[in-house]
């Protein structure tokens, strides 16, 4: 079965939304620390994170904000999707249990380039919002043999 790619620059819209939530278990967080090396104790040591302001454990900023490439590369645009530019601001931690729903929307589309602008919210299952990001990508384009069909 072959893969279709995700939206063209020229099928994207202003406005256009797409969303994903997750809870954060002890998988995610120790698989996380892994793959990526950060075995900061705040997130993967209770009796640490017991002694911080936080009293308990949080999630690495990093997975958290990880789940905007989620959505970016599996749903708007989808498969064939780069990211360009990515920043995030963290307003909140995320407990370790805590279920966030990430919604990214696009704010600016430039056919020309071949780009659109994107802003994303976090919150978690109170309400709060947690993290804010935003961010410039390069949507999938047709392979040559299929443009201008």
């Known amino acids: 079965m072959k893969a279709r790619i995700g939206k ?13 939530a997750k809870t954060l278990t002890e998988s995610d967080m120790m698989l996380f620390a892994g793959v990526t090396g950060d075995h900061n104790q705040l997130p993967v040591n209770e009796e640490f994170a017991k002694k911080t302001v936080f009293k308990q454990r ?11 490439t989620t959505i970016l590369g ?9 990211i360009n530019r990515l ?16 919604c990214v929307e696009l704010t600016a589309i430039d056919v020309a380039a071949n780009r659109a602008e ?19 990508i390069t949507p999938p384009s047709l392979p040559a043999e299929q443009q201008g069909e």
């Open 58 to 68: 949080i999630a690495h900023g990093m997975l958290t904000a990880g789940f905007i």
């Open 118 to 136: 994107f802003k994303a919210t976090t919150i978690n299952q109170h309400g709060k919002t947690v993290l804010e990001g935003s961010g410039t």
């Open 8 to 20: 063209t620059v020229s099928e994207l819209n202003v406005g256009d939304k797409a969303y994903f």
């Open 87 to 102: 920043g995030v601001r963290f307003l909140a931690p995320v407990f370790l249990g805590d279920t966030i729903e990430i």
């Open 74 to 82: 599996m749903k708007l645009p989808g498969f064939g999707t780069s």
